[in-house]
């Protein structure tokens, strides 16, 4: 069974600072990782897609990692900026799991400005 | 715009009383699911769909149903909802090789 598990769980950085939280999981297996970001009470928002045959994906200030065989993956974030605040899921789906995203329990982020 | 759309955003409901939360997508997509988001437990698969009239289970099925009649909509089902149905409702939707998209969420209350 496919666990997904995001460190740090809460992070807190002054603006400007560049950051990386990171994201592991147990079966190697994967179609692909998806990185989102989630603001409180709202939706899902799509940050990166990576697929297993990837090894990075890049989106303006935003650069995420795939180290498939270790189980892990990296989200970098450039140059932090309090509009970044926001709670950060990373999510698997896995071949042997149907159609199903497993999603870490995300790190929750604060830019202080 | 390309979109996954929930209705209605916030529902406060009885226990026993049957509701329905709708979703829709306008990106001709097959693939379809529902999640639920709980505090300390994450997001958690209800059910999904592969295209039209194939649904399966998720990881928690229970108490909840779906139906898949045109391939743009994918309802979600409480015949008979309970408290511990209270949580944040997530649909979403994708297709191929591609991630998913997911709509803006229902929050539903169960009293």
């Known amino acids: 069974k496919q666990e997904v598990t995001q460190i740090p769980a809460a992070l807190s950085v002054p603006e400007g600072e560049n950051l990386v939280l990171n994201c592991s999981f147990t079966?190697?297996?994967?179609?692909?990782l998806q990185w989102f970001r989630q603001d409180p009470g709202k939706g899902l928002t799509s940050l990166l897609l990576i697929q297993s045959s990837q090894r990075e994906q890049t989106s303006g200030r935003l650069n995420a990692s795939l180290d498939k065989s270790s189980g892990r993956s990296t989200l970098y974030i450039a140059a932090s900026q309090p509009g970044d605040s926001a709670t950060y899921l990373c999510?698997?789906?896995?071949?042997?799991?149907?159609?199903?995203?497993?999603f870490g329990t995300g790190t929750r982020l604060a830019v202080r400005p | 715009e390309a979109q996954v759309t929930q209705n209605p955003r916030y529902l406060i409901t009885v226990t026993g009383k049957k509701l329905t939360v709708t979703c829709s997508q306008n990106?001709?997509?097959?693939?379809m699911s529902w999640y639920r988001q709980d505090p300390g437990l994450g997001l958690r698969q209800i059910y999904y769909?592969?295209?039209?009239?194939?649904?399966d289970k998720g990881d928690v099925p229970e108490g909840y149903k779906v139906s898949r009649k045109e391939k743009r909509n994918f309802p979600l089902i409480l015949e008979s909802p309970s408290p511990n149905q209270t949580s944040l409702y997530f649909c979403?939707?994708?297709?191929?090789?591609?991630?998913?998209?997911f709509g803006s969420g229902t929050r539903l209350t169960v009293v």
């Open positions: 990106m001709n997509h097959e693939y």
């Open positions: 979403a939707s994708r297709t191929g090789g591609h991630g998913y998209t």
């Open positions: 999510a698997v789906r896995t071949r042997s799991s149907g159609d199903k995203l497993t």
């Open positions: 079966d190697s297996a994967i179609y692909n």
């Open positions: 769909s592969m295209n039209v009239e194939v649904t």
